[in-house]
T-cell receptor, first 113, second 112 residues
Framework: SAVISQKPSRDICQRGTSLTIQCQVD?????MFWYRQQPGQSLTLIAT?????????ESGFVIDKFPISRPNLTFSTLTVSNMSPEDSSIYLC??????????FGQGTRLTVV | AQKVTQAQTEISVVEKEDVTLDCVYE???????LFWYKQPPSGELVFLIR??????QNEISGRYSWNFQKSTSSFNFTITASQVVDSAVYFC?????????FGQGTTLQVKP
């Protein structure tokens, strides 16, 4: 198993600002995933973060809006840039050690006002 | 294309009733993994079960049970004798090259 610490757990931000979300894993993992869950919706993958290479973004998500860092095998950050109220969501990081499992952080509940 | 369908958007039951949450998936892979998660109002995702495509045995864990049928591409979840604490959103998901593809979720409300 893997234990994931994600912070902040929640934040209220002003539109036009940026927020960086941190994800720390208690073991080394190759891939880390970032998901977004808009209010009342399901989870959608934003990007896959591999250590030592640029993140791979899903359709509809761009690096300028959601820059991701992956400095080592246990840590990643997701930045939500130039926020608007439409960015109000829960953001979750996830890891899948062994290629068959899927563990999630506690999530970051973001409200943009 | 990989896809997960949870046709039930919302289910409401009275405490102690049994309830089944449906999940139908689409995949071309012969080896795949299916998951169920619970999401209470606090927002975190609570892992419930993982099932690989080679294991079609039904599984029971306390009041929870899962019925996996490859012939119908379904992975249904039953809660026996539901309780108010079971109220949450439940997601079925399919693993695809590391990432998860989620269904739309089923909101379960258990009334006292």
């Amino acid at each position: 198993s893997a234990v994931i610490s994600q912070k902040p757990s929640r934040d209220i931000c002003q539109r036009g600002t940026s927020l960086t979300i941190q994800c720390q894993v208690d073991s080394q993992v190759t891939m880390m995933f970032w998901y977004r869950q808009q209010p009342g919706q399901s989870l959608t993958l934003i990007a896959t973060a591999n250590q030592g290479s640029e993140a791979t973004y899903e359709s509809g998500f761009v690096i300028d809006k959601f820059p991701i860092s992956r400095p080592n095998l246990t840590f990643s950050t997701l930045t939500v840039s130039n926020m608007s109220p439409e960015d109000s969501s829960i953001y979750l990081c996830s890891v899948g050690p062994g290629g068959t499992e899927a563990f999630f952080g506690q999530g970051t509940r973001l409200t943009v006002v | 294309a990989q896809k997960v369908t949870q046709a039930q958007t919302e289910i409401s039951v009275v405490e102690k009733e049994d309830v089944t949450l449906d999940c139908v998936y689409e995949t071309r892979d012969t080896t795949y993994y299916l998951f169920w998660y619970k999401q209470p109002p606090s927002g975190e995702l609570v892992f419930l079960i993982r099932r690989n495509s080679f294991d079609e045995q039904n599984e029971i864990s306390g009041r929870y049970s899962w019925n996996f049928q490859k012939s119908t591409s379904s992975f249904n979840f039953t809660i026996t004798a539901s309780q108010v604490v079971d109220s949450a959103v439940y997601f079925c998901a399919l693993r695809d090259t590391g990432k998860l593809i989620f269904g739309q979720g089923t909101t379960l409300q258990v009334k006292p």
